[in-house]
C-alpha cells in the first residue's frame, strides 16, 4: 500500500510513514533491527533475540526466541534460542530466514514457530562453495533477501566480501551454496 515501516531501535517502536509524508508510532517492540513483510503484509520484526510478528493492526506476537535470552538452540516459539541476528527475509510459503552473523549459520523460521539451522554450521566460519546445508559455511552474514520466486535465497557477508546464493529446494530444504558476487 506504499506505506514505510522503519525499526527505529533506540526508541523500541516500529514506525510507519505513509505515502503521504505522514509518519506514527505502528509498534512497540524491544529494540527492534530488521524488519521484512510478508505477502499477507505481517510485518517481521528481530527485536532483542526474539522474531515478532506484527499484524497489519499493528498486534505484535512472538514467533520464536526469548527477549533477554541468548543461544543457539533449535525449537519452536519461545523454545528456540537466537544470538546475533541481523537481516532476515521471508518466502512466500511464510518462512522467515534469519541470518545469525556470530554464528555465521542461516536459521529458518516455519509459519508454526519452528526453528532449525538451514545453513552453515555454528560457529564455524569460512567459504565453502557448492556444500549444502549444514556443510555450507558462511564468514559474518549480516544481510539477507528472497527473489520473487523464492527458489534462492541471497547472503551478504561482512568479512566475506561476498555475496552468496542459497537455492531453495521444492521440498524447503537448502540447496547447493555458492558465491555469485566478489572474491573472498
Known sequence: Q?????ADSQNQKIRKITPAGTVSDFASVPYPTALAVDAHDTLFAITNLAIQTISTAGVVTLLAGNTGQSGSTNGTGAAA??????GLTVDTSGNVYVVAYGLNTIRKITSA???TTFAGALSSAG?????VGLNA???VPKGITIDSTSSNLYVAEETGN???KIV??????AGAVSTIAGTY
Do not use: C, K, P, W
Request: cysteine-free; overall charge neutral.
Open 2 to 6: 506504499g506505506n514505510l515501516f522503519i
Open 81 to 86: 534460542r537466537f544470538t546475533g541476528q541481523y
Open 113 to 115: 514457530g519452528v526453528v
Open 127 to 131: 567459504h565453502v562453495d557448492d556444500a
Open 137 to 139: 559455511r558462511f564468514n
Open 162 to 164: 561476498v555475496i552468496r
Open 168 to 173: 531453495l529446494n521444492s521440498d524447503g530444504t
